[in-house]
């Protein structure tokens, strides 16, 4: 069962009034092909605020402990969620990752790896950059939400033009490099639309 379409009308009927959230840069987002969607991580509700402002299905990576909650763990799954063991290296989350961008689908991942207590853009992981080099031809969307989230005060979420991954693969760059290509993108729109 899918309920992810479900779940995007209840929670654009409550999210977007209540931050009067304002979306940027929606109509550049790529229509078909794998996207890895790189987003900066200031609350909680960036997952939700994501998959509602996409104009796609997002898949996310979640924390493992999460799936075992009573109702996540029959949630999650349906809102495209699949699970990753935070700090190490979760084989069976990175070939979910790859098989998804491969498949043509977007993957929704924040580089910084957890949420940032001060809501500065923190550094991001070498995992977006080894998704981003390896996810076949996916492109890669970088995202900046930019809160507080505070009720009736603004949010908005940015969308900016994918990153071309041609010369990162030409030139066989290391994954910290594209990680870093990557946040710099992230900062410009923060920098550019706060």
């Known amino acids: ?60 990576m979640a924390k493992e402990e999460l799936f075992k909650k009573p109702i996540l763990k029959s949630v999650l799954p349906q809102v495209q969620a699949y699970p990753v063991k935070r700090g190490m290296s979760d084989r069976d989350a990175f070939r979910t990752t790859i098989k998804l961008l491969r498949d043509g689908k977007v993957v929704g991942l924040f580089p910084e790896g957890t949420r940032s207590k001060t809501g500065e853009l923190g550094k991001g992981l070498a995992g977006a950059g080894f998704f981003a080099l390896k996810g076949g031809e996916a492109k890669v969307v970088p995202c900046a939400i930019i809160g507080p989230y505070k009720a009736f005060s603004q949010l908005k979420v940015v969308y900016g033009d994918a990153i071309d991954m041609t010369p990162f693969r030409e030139r066989k760059a290391s994954a910290e490099e594209v990680t870093e290509a990557i946040m710099a993108e992230i900062s410009k729109l923060i920098a550019q639309h706060k």
Do not use: A, Q, W
């Open 1 to 60: 069962m899918n309920l992810y379409p479900l779940g995007k009308f209840l929670i654009s009927t409550i999210c977007y009034p209540l931050y009067r959230i304002k979306v940027i840069g929606k109509e550049k987002f790529p229509k078909e092909g794998g996207v890895l969607l790189c987003t900066n991580h200031i609350d909680n509700l960036d997952p939700p605020v994501v998959g509602i402002t996409c104009p796609r299905t997002v898949h996310f």
